[in-house]
């Protein structure tokens, strides 16, 4: 009896695989140059280190054992991640094949750039795509197989991914889109090193990002050593443990070696910020020669990475070694001055524009947003805010009487706070005074406590609805006197009140005031004053306008539409009124802060303070109400038209006083309900 049994070809085995015992030949860069295809947004494209030259360092300083870590620092779209992610990824594959981990900011996006960088990188790219089996299995969206027995797993920074795992290589992407540290654990970075401790020599772990950390205490440059970064965490952090590598230009006329950074980009003075712009050009700042971006490609392809002390303050490269600094981790940064992407025109008319906006506005998140992902550089806050203290704020204060509208005030905000609960519960009133340039004054801050509907008893925002009523003839509807003695008043333009006030605590989860905020304002409508009150609400994810009017709809339990809310992006409100009481001098959005209020409404103005990621944080049990009525006022001013107001031709409610809508002659009684138009009933014609 035949059986007919095919096997399989031992010798065609053999030479199908052959490939995998080469030895490793090739530097990361030479792989890459030589296989590499990367995506490009639409397709894929080859990679080629000469576009980003300024790459092939850091890329070839993963291969060296020398190193135990290698930590990039560089702006947004400059090449960084194709070359440290997609790079790294062709050389491990390729030429030292070793389990790898990736970290990405979230686990979405980890899925995000499987499914579409990474696919068609495999795909494109021959060696690795002849490397992968082929086998549903081995190629999925968080780990991928490869015939050569590595494993490629793509995951986000938590407990599980970074504990009791061991991998030769271990990589982190936008290090400073996430925390730093992971749960209980500690520094990711840290855990990272820990699971490629095994592999020795052979093992590695990178990091690469754009600075998202806020300088919380900077140091006077004149003090920095010359490589150094400004003390931050995040990424920075990572760069200053390491031998702080810069790239450098060469002079094409002095031939001195200079770092490229920001400063040395220079402009004409011009009013129109894309004239000035248009006039962008480097200069050499030995010799002042000015260099057109047209040679920026050219000082890329031979300019040179130098350790710290490598190059001495005339420019000449140090020959003693002695004086260089030395480290088991390669760091390197660079800045958006030689991005192979950016363009100095473009570079020039956004921080143009981002300082004139924190100019005009005190709003830094522009300037902020321009320094850390257009240039690469830790952000250092221009108000520097949280270094100013109560006691410095009351001997600035200025000493005008309470409860009158001051000489140059146009326009009043009042502000509400409400507390619930029932030990403390109140509103918090306080009326703000705007003039001319914003300038603005605290005029009176006071406390709704009692209500004469239930015998004077304590109110309860959270409970009852009648104590929400108070409100229209204290806050809403209250008037002010003009401080020239002529009798007059001025009526509010606008009230605006918070909507998410915290009750007492039941069964553990603390009430709202909301249901009943939302009652008092249809209420309002009613009795023709809603156009004069607003609900506001932190937005509870970043929103990009500054105030956004919003109506909750059916998918709320107490809104189906029909009341305006205004979200508010509170980090950047806050940035502004701290930006105002910070100013010593007088000028546009100048606080004259108020010598008849008490020590606590100082401290609860400066209660807060920003964190390494730039948000404002209270501490525990803290109190800030006066620092929350003031961002409600900045907001409602925002809401209104303020920061686009023409002081020259100004709308009636910002006027001066013998012009002004909101002010009320003494002999007249202020009208504040809003009358309905009458709806006139037109005859239906002949035919119906």
């Known amino acids: 009896m035949k059986f007919e049994y095919k096997f399989a070809d031992a010798a065609a085995i053999r030479r199908s695989l052959a490939h995998l015992c080469l030895p490793a030949d090739k530097t990361p860069v030479e792989a890459a140059d030589e296989y590499l295809w990367i995506s490009d947004g639409m397709d894929t494209t080859k990679f080629l280190s000469s576009m980003t030259p300024y790459m092939r360092e850091p890329m070839n300083a993963l291969s060296r054992r020398i190193y135990e870590a290698v930590i990039v620092v560089g702006p947004a779209r400059s090449g960084k991640t194709k070359a440290m992610v997609e790079g790294w990824i062709n050389y491990a594959v390729t030429q030292a094949p070793g389990d790898m981990l990736l970290i990405y900011s979230t686990k979405t996006k980890a899925v995000d750039m499987s499914k579409v960088d990474l696919d068609r990188c495999f795909s494109k790219t021959k060696p690795i795509r002849d490397l992968r089996t082929g086998r549903k299995a081995d190629d999925n969206l968080t780990s991928k197989q490869f015939k050569n027995g590595m494993m490629l797993k793509l995951d986000s920074a938590t407990e599980t991914s970074l504990s009791a795992s061991t991998y030769r290589y271990a990589g982190c992407t936008d290090y400073d889109s996430s925390d730093d540290a992971v749960g209980e654990e500690g520094s990711k970075f840290q855990l990272m090193l820990m699971r490629v401790q095994n592999a020795k020599s052979s093992g590695m772990a990178m990091a690469e990002s754009s600075p998202g950390r806020i300088v919380r205490q900077p140091i006077q440059d004149a003090q920095l050593l010359p490589h150094e970064s400004q003390p931050c965490s995040g990424i920075g952090a990572l760069y200053n443990q390491g031998d702080r590598r810069r790239f450098y230009w060469q002079c094409p006329d002095c031939d001195a070696w200079f770092m490229p950074h920001f400063e040395v980009l220079k402009w004409d003075d011009l009013d129109d910020p894309q004239d000035a712009a248009n006039s962008a050009y480097c200069e050499c700042p030995r010799c002042t020669y000015p260099i057109k971006e047209k040679q920026k490609r050219q000082l890329n392809l031979d300019g040179q990475w130098f350790r710290e002390g490598g190059v001495d303050q005339y420019g000449q490269v140090v020959d003693d070694d002695s004086l260089v600094r030395k480290?088991?981790?390669?760091?390197?940064?660079?800045?958006?001055?030689?991005?192979?992407?950016?363009?100095?025109?473009?570079?020039?008319?956004?921080?143009?524009?981002?300082?004139?906006?924190?100019?005009?506005?005190?709003?830094?998140?522009?300037?902020?947003?321009?320094?850390?992902?257009?240039?690469?550089?830790?952000?250092?806050?221009?108000?520097?805010?949280?270094?100013?203290?109560?006691?410095?704020?009351?001997?600035?204060?200025?000493?005008?009487?309470?409860?009158?509208?001051?000489?140059?005030?146009?326009?009043?905000?009042?502000?509400?706070?409400?507390?619930?609960?029932?030990?403390?519960?109140?509103?918090?009133?306080?009326?703000?005074?705007?003039?001319?340039?914003?300038?603005?004054?605290?005029?009176?801050?006071?406390?709704?406590?009692?209500?004469?509907?239930?015998?004077?008893?304590?109110?309860?925002?959270?409970?009852?609805?009648?104590?929400?009523?108070?409100?229209?003839?204290?806050?809403?509807?209250?008037?002010?006197?003009?401080?020239?003695?002529?009798?007059?008043?001025?009526?509010?333009?606008?009230?605006?009140?918070?909507?998410?006030g915290s009750g007492e605590t039941r069964d553990n989860k603390t009430t709202s005031v909301t249901e009943l905020s939302y009652q008092f304002y249809n209420r309002l409508k009613g009795k023709g004053l809603s156009h004069l009150f607003r609900l506001v609400k932190g937005a509870s994810r970043v929103p990009k306008d500054l105030v956004k009017e919003s109506y909750p709809d059916k998918r709320s339990k107490h809104a189906h539409g029909e009341i305006p809310l205004l979200l508010l992006h509170t980090n950047r409100l806050k940035h502004r009124v701290s930006a105002s009481y910070v100013r010593a001098e007088f000028g546009s959005r100048y606080f004259h802060l108020p010598a008849w209020c008490s020590r606590e409404w100082f401290d609860e103005l400066t209660a807060e303070f920003v964190d390494e990621n730039g948000d404002w944080k209270k501490p525990e049990k803290a109190a800030n109400e006066s620092f929350d009525l003031c961002v409600y006022a900045e907001a409602g001013m925002h809401y209104k038209g303020g920061d686009e107001l023409n002081w020259k031709n100004p709308p009636g409610w910002a006027d001066e006083w013998q012009f002004n809508t909101n002010v009320i002659d003494a002999d007249v009684q202020p009208l504040f309900e809003k009358t309905a138009r009458k709806r006139y009933r037109h005859s239906r014609g002949i035919y119906g």
Request: hydrophobic content about 40%.
């Open 327 to 500: 480290s088991k981790w390669a760091t390197f940064w660079f800045e958006g001055i030689i991005a192979a992407y950016a363009c100095w025109e473009k570079l020039v008319y956004r921080y143009l524009n981002a300082q004139s906006q924190y100019d005009n506005s005190g709003d830094e998140e522009a300037l902020k947003s321009f320094m850390n992902i257009n240039i690469g550089r830790p952000y250092i806050l221009q108000s520097q805010s949280q270094e100013v203290g109560a006691h410095e704020l009351m001997a600035r204060a200025q000493d005008y009487p309470r409860g009158v509208v001051p000489e140059g005030g146009r326009f009043l905000i009042m502000s509400i706070d409400v507390q619930g609960g029932r030990k403390n519960s109140r509103f918090v009133v306080q009326a703000q005074v705007f003039g001319e340039g914003l300038q603005r004054w605290i005029i009176d801050r006071y406390e709704i406590l009692t209500t004469p509907y239930r015998n004077g008893d304590r109110i309860n925002p959270a409970v009852y609805a009648e104590d929400w009523d108070l409100l229209i003839e204290l806050a809403i509807k209250k008037t002010y006197l003009l401080a020239d003695d002529s009798g007059r008043v001025m009526k509010p333009l606008l009230t605006l009140c918070d909507s998410g």
